[in-house]
């Protein structure tokens, strides 16, 4: 019987309330209601280009700012994921993926190894895409990060366009988990010779 690898987060503070579905053998079909319009096409890039399917639904304080929805979507997300995983049994563990976007070139590398860990590497050349402060696309991955316990480095290898640097990190996101999260016939139980992640 082939085991479903899915999960379902709610999180509801004075800030934010969000609930969020997530699916790792999906088809990249995203459902997203943010409210912050530039995160919502940065996670519809994740998830097509992970083949994940993914559904958001979040209210923040955004009068305020988008800090506190950015930063708690990530949250859920890596909680989703790190569940989602189960016990880790037949994973590659692994992945990297290098995306292009025009005159920008980004790679993110991952390890499911239960041990949290985010390394960014590379400056933004903006810090505002449209309403969007450019610093949350760290906070963002460095929350994911910790939640879904991952190593995960983000490496800005060049770039001009501020938008096409975020979107290619994005997209080379979902790719490496796509990589990583993907089942592999050789794998005999848990990929590490500790014999836990």
């Given at each position: 019987m082939e085991i479903?690898?899915?999960?379902?987060?709610?999180?509801?503070?004075?800030?934010?309330?969000?609930?969020?579905?997530?699916?790792?053998d999906g088809e990249g079909r995203a459902d997203l209601d943010t409210n912050v319009p530039f995160l919502t096409h940065m996670l519809?890039?994740?998830?097509?280009?992970?083949?994940f399917n993914l559904t958001v639904k979040a209210k923040g304080d955004i009068e305020i700012d988008d800090h506190h929805t950015t930063e708690?979507?990530?949250?859920?997300?890596g909680s989703a994921l790190r569940e989602a995983l189960g016990d880790k049994k037949g994973i590659?563990?692994?992945?990297?993926?290098?995306?292009?976007?025009?005159?920008?070139l980004a790679q993110v590398v991952v390890d499911l190894s239960?041990?949290?860990?985010?390394?960014?590497?590379?400056?933004?050349p903006s810090s505002r895409v449209g309403t969007f402060d450019t610093e949350l696309v760290h906070e963002f991955l460095w929350k994911f990060a910790l939640e879904a316990r991952m190593n995960l480095h983000v490496i800005l290898h060049y770039g001009a366009n501020t938008h096409h640097m975020i979107e290619a990190v994005f997209k080379a996101l979902g790719r490496?988990?796509?990589?990583?999260?993907m089942l592999d016939p050789r794998v005999k139980g848990i990929p590490s010779t500790k014999g836990v992640l």
């Open positions: 479903r690898r899915f999960a379902e987060i709610s999180r509801k503070t004075n800030e934010t309330d969000i609930q969020l579905a997530f699916d790792i519809d890039l994740f998830t097509k280009h992970g083949q708690d979507i990530g949250i859920c997300l590659k563990r692994y992945g990297n993926a290098f995306v292009p976007m025009d005159e920008a239960n041990r949290p860990h985010f390394e960014m590497r590379g400056e933004l490496a988990l796509d990589e990583a999260t």
